[in-house]
Nanobody, 135 residues
Framework: VQLQASGGGLVQAGGSLRLSCAASGISLAHRSVGWFRQAPGKEREGVSCIYNDVDSSTYYADSVKGRFTISRDNAKNTVFLQMTNLTPEDAAIYHC????????????????????????????WGQGTQVTVSS
């Protein structure tokens, strides 16, 4: 199983980037998939997740609501994170994660259907892509 995150880069404040999480060895269509980020000196933060229910329900951290959009392309076995109106506070290494179906995410990691907590990287975890935002 391999997750490959890409699409990071350097952008000015107010700019946009689209991150991609491509998978091999698993089908993302049957997983909950999330994006987590970590900036130097800060805790890892759950940014956005997409679930494998009929509606492809989503989660967004309060800090990114209205600016970030998560989506999936099952034919490409890829999940995207469209980021707009970026600020320097968004600068971090962004990782994607894929977990068993019906898990939900939060700012701190994952919850299974029984409500048990798991770390962000307990299952499949990508190597990360750097996002830098200049002011």
């Amino acid at each position: 199983v391999q997750l490959q995150a890409s699409g990071g880069g350097l952008v000015q404040a107010g700019g946009s980037l689209r991150l991609s999480c491509a998978a091999s060895g698993i089908s993302l269509a049957h997983r909950s998939v999330g994006w987590f980020r970590q900036a130097p000196g800060k805790e890892r933060e759950g940014v956005s997740c997409i679930y494998n229910d009929v509606d492809s329900s989503t989660y967004y951290a309060d800090s990114v609501k209205g600016r970030f959009t998560i989506s999936r392309d099952n034919a490409k076995n890829t999940v995207f994170l469209q980021m707009t109106n970026l600020t320097p506070e968004d600068a971090a290494i962004y990782h994607c994660a894929a977990v068993p179906p019906y898990y939900s995410c939060s700012r701190y990691g994952w919850l299974n259907p029984a409500g048990e907590r798991f770390g962000a990287d307990f299952a499949s975890w990508g190597q990360g892509t750097q996002v830098t935002v200049s002011s």
